[in-house]
């Protein structure tokens, strides 16, 4: 899935303004979405802002004249724009250009203006509680839609029963959602179904944990697994989850995008393990750590064996220049950015991995890497 933050928006869409026109008089947002990124374009440019419903009310007549720029945050079709623009063009006196900052490749040909292509699947930091696509998200109850009870509350009986009734919504979402998925026990489904019936809430299945109480629940633990299993076989494109610790297991076993609400954050799919490839290496023996310099040359033991045996030296991590190397694997660190500790029992990472995504780690007596 391709994410972008609010950084990422913040950063576009400056780009996006050196492409401007300069007689641009206004901006107008044609989505609650677009409402951030015009107000980042506003605070870059200078531009002034109008809302869309002031340029057709019956007080249009002050923007006679004017060149207006219609913008959106994504536009995933081309005729993304074409409702307003048809409608602001019925006016002869107004000029009306259309932009995205983020669109897909088909839209792009119904926009003047664009910063770069984003294709579905895709999510977006400051519409994350508001996904393009609902009914492909799976969604945690508890701490999401409303707030995590407290341990008095947590009895596992008439308290808890209280709670399931009479909790206040803390998040509602806007349209149909593909999956609720809840560690809520099979036996609360009535008390859940009345409250998610009571606040508007439409679904497609309502998944809860089938144990018998929550001392087994408490007991077995694997909250974010038993999500994760959940997630896995379901055709859902993003996880909404309140607790960031189970958002990453969740993340780490499906390899699917988890959006984080508590910090506000996506969390990023891993690469599969499926592709991750063993290699055998030799390990050093001695008692110092072995380092990898940053230009790639030969491992440098450490002070030697006391029965006067020379240590085993492991070869470069990766060469990039000519190097033959097994057949179907890729080196995933860049050897002039990153050093190594070697030791007998651990791999040390003492330098930054300068290629996204990738992982290394000891398994055996090989090193292994993703592709």
Same mark, same amino acid.
């Given at each position: 899935?391709?994410?972008?933050?609010?950084?990422?928006?913040?950063?576009?869409?400056? =780009?996006?303004?050196?492409?401007?026109?300069?007689?641009?008089?206004?901006?107008?947002?044609?989505?609650?979405?677009?409402?951030?990124?015009?107000?980042?374009?506003?605070?870059?440019?200078?531009?002034?802002?109008?809302?869309?419903?002031?340029?057709?009310?019956?007080?249009?007549?002050?923007?006679?004249?004017?060149?207006?720029?219609?913008?959106?945050?994504?536009?995933?079709?081309?005729?993304?724009?074409?409702?307003?623009?048809?409608?602001?063009?019925?006016?002869?006196?107004?000029?009306?250009?259309?932009?995205?900052?983020?669109?897909?490749?088909?839209?792009?040909?119904?926009?003047?203006?664009?910063?770069?292509?984003?294709?579905?699947?895709?999510?977006?930091?400051?519409?994350?509680?508001?996904?393009?696509? #609902?009914?492909?998200?799976?969604?945690?109850?508890?701490?999401?839609?409303?707030?995590?009870?407290?341990?008095?509350?947590?009895?596992?009986?008439?308290? %808890?029963?209280?709670?399931?009734?009479?909790?206040?919504?803390?998040?509602?979402?806007?349209?149909?959602?593909?999956?609720?998925?809840?560690?809520?026990?099979?036996?609360? =489904?009535?008390?859940?179904?009345?409250?998610?019936?009571?606040?508007?809430?439409? %679904?497609?299945?309502?998944?809860?944990?089938?144990?018998?109480?929550?001392?087994?629940?408490?007991?077995?633990?694997?909250?974010?697994?038993?999500?994760?299993?959940?997630?896995?076989?379901?055709?859902?494109?993003?996880?909404?989850?309140?607790?960031?610790?189970?958002?990453?297991?969740?993340?780490?076993?499906?390899?699917?995008?988890?959006?984080?609400?508590?910090?506000?954050?996506?969390?990023?799919?891993?690469?599969?393990?499926?592709?991750?490839?063993?290699?055998?290496?030799?390990?050093?023996?001695?008692?110092?750590?072995?380092?990898?310099?940053?230009?790639?040359?030969?491992?440098?033991?450490?002070?030697?064996?006391?029965?006067?045996?020379?240590?085993?030296?492991?070869?470069?991590?990766?060469?990039?220049?000519?190097?033959?190397?097994?057949?179907?694997?890729?080196?995933? #660190?860049?050897?002039?950015?990153?050093?190594?500790?070697?030791?007998?029992?651990?791999?040390?990472?003492?330098?930054?991995?300068?290629?996204?995504?990738?992982?290394?780690?000891?398994?055996?007596?090989?090193?292994?890497?993703?592709?």
């Amino acid at each position: 899935m391709d994410y972008r933050s609010v950084a990422d928006l913040n950063a576009d869409v400056r =780009r996006l303004a050196w492409d401007l026109p300069h007689d641009v008089d206004r901006v107008v947002g044609v989505s609650r979405s677009a409402v951030l990124a015009v107000d980042l374009l506003q605070q870059t440019t200078g531009h002034p802002v109008a809302d869309f419903a002031a340029l057709t009310g019956d007080e249009s007549d002050r923007f006679d004249g004017e060149t207006v720029l219609l913008l959106t945050d994504w536009a995933e079709t081309d005729t993304a724009l074409d409702d307003q623009r048809r409608e602001l063009a019925a006016r002869s006196d107004l000029t009306v250009h259309c932009g995205a900052v983020y669109a897909t490749e088909r839209a792009c040909e119904g926009l003047d203006y664009w910063c770069d292509v984003v294709e579905p699947p895709c999510s977006f930091e400051w519409r994350a509680l508001h996904p393009a696509r #609902f009914g492909s998200t799976c969604m945690d109850i508890d701490g999401v839609l409303c707030r995590d009870p407290t341990p008095e509350e947590n009895d596992d009986g008439p308290r %808890y029963r209280e709670f399931l009734r009479t909790v206040e919504p803390k998040y509602l979402p806007d349209e149909r959602v593909g999956w609720l998925v809840t560690c809520r026990l099979e036996r609360y =489904r009535p008390e859940t179904e009345q409250w998610l019936a009571d606040h508007g809430v439409e %679904y497609d299945e309502l998944v809860m944990w089938d144990l018998p109480s929550k001392a087994v629940r408490d007991e077995r633990g694997g909250h974010g697994r038993y999500k994760a299993r959940v997630y896995e076989r379901t055709d859902a494109e993003l996880f909404v989850e309140s607790s960031r610790q189970q958002a990453v297991v969740i993340a780490r076993e499906t390899e699917r995008p988890v959006y984080c609400v508590d910090d506000n954050r996506m969390i990023p799919p891993r690469r599969s393990r499926r592709r991750v490839r063993p290699r055998p290496v030799s390990r050093p023996t001695g008692r110092g750590p072995a380092v990898v310099p940053a230009g790639g040359g030969p491992v440098r033991g450490g002070e030697g064996r006391s029965d006067g045996q020379s240590d085993r030296r492991p070869p470069p991590l990766s060469r990039r220049h000519g190097a033959s190397r097994p057949r179907g694997l890729v080196p995933t #660190f860049r050897p002039d950015s990153l050093l190594l500790a070697w030791r007998p029992a651990q791999l040390q990472c003492h330098g930054v991995v300068t290629e996204p995504e990738v992982g290394v780690g000891v398994e055996g007596d090989g090193l292994w890497w993703v592709e």
